[in-house]
Structure formats: structure tokens, C-alpha cells
């Protein structure tokens, strides 16, 4: 069975900081791309920072400085380092999983984070 099962989200104030982890189970971690997502109300799911099989980070351009992602291939682990949170980050934030070559996809979750003025 597999699962992504996302936590350490939360409500901080407006410059503070998150940390988001993602446990994963039941797939072979080495095999997939792993990325974090969010969505906010009323907003589509847009993607936020992937990490690649060999652990090239991308975090897309708006959160670069702000937003780091990595893995821990020892624990089956991702993580979100989230830095200087503004209230426009406040969303559900989900944990992805995608294999390498068949695209095969898994979702966490989601885990809340609110971020206050």
C-alpha cells in the first residue's frame, strides 16, 4: 500500500518559518521524483518545489530564496523548508510522488499551513 503521509504544518506568523515533511511508503523512493504542491482556497493546485531521483532541487521562480526542498533517501523522506512565509502562502500544501519513466503518480494528504498577518 502506498502512502505519503505529510506533516509539521501549521499556523505561524507572517516571517516565520515551517518545516513540511512527507514520510513514504510502499514504492521504491529511489525511483520517483518527488514534489510539493499547494492550493489555496478557491485557487487550483499549483506545484512549488520538486526534487529529482538524483537530488536536483527546483523550486519554481516566485519562491526561489524562500522555499527549499530535499530528500533523504536513508528515510524515505521529503522535505519543505519554508522560510520568510507570507500570508499569500497559506494553502493546503500536498506531497507528490511520480516515477521516473511510467509517470505513475501518488498524493499525500495535504497538510494545512496558515500563515497570520
Known amino acids: 500500500q502506498v502512502q505519503l503521509v505529510e506533516s509539521g504544518g501549521g499556523e505561524v506568523e507572517s516571517g516565520g518559518s515551517l518545516t513540511l515533511s512527507c514520510a513514504v511508503s510502499?514504492?521504491?523512493?529511489?525511483?520517483?521524483?518527488m514534489g510539493w504542491f499547494r492550493q489555496a482556497p478557491g485557487k487550483q493546485r499549483e506545484q512549488v518545489a520538486t526534487?529529482?531521483?538524483?537530488?536536483?532541487?527546483s523550486t519554481v521562480d516566485s519562491l526561489k530564496g524562500r522555499f527549499t526542498i530535499s530528500r533523504d533517501t536513508g528515510k524515505n523522506t521529503v522535505s519543505l523548508q519554508m522560510d520568510a512565509l507570507k500570508p499569500e502562502d497559506t494553502a493546503v500544501y500536498y506531497c507528490?510522488?511520480?516515477?521516473?519513466?511510467?509517470?505513475?503518480?501518488?498524493w499525500g494528504q495535504g497538510t494545512q499551513v496558515t500563515v497570520s498577518a
Open positions: 507528490n510522488a511520480k516515477h521516473l519513466y511510467t509517470n505513475s503518480e501518488y
Open positions: 526534487i529529482s531521483v538524483r537530488g536536483e532541487p
Open positions: 510502499g514504492i521504491r523512493f529511489s525511483s520517483f521524483t
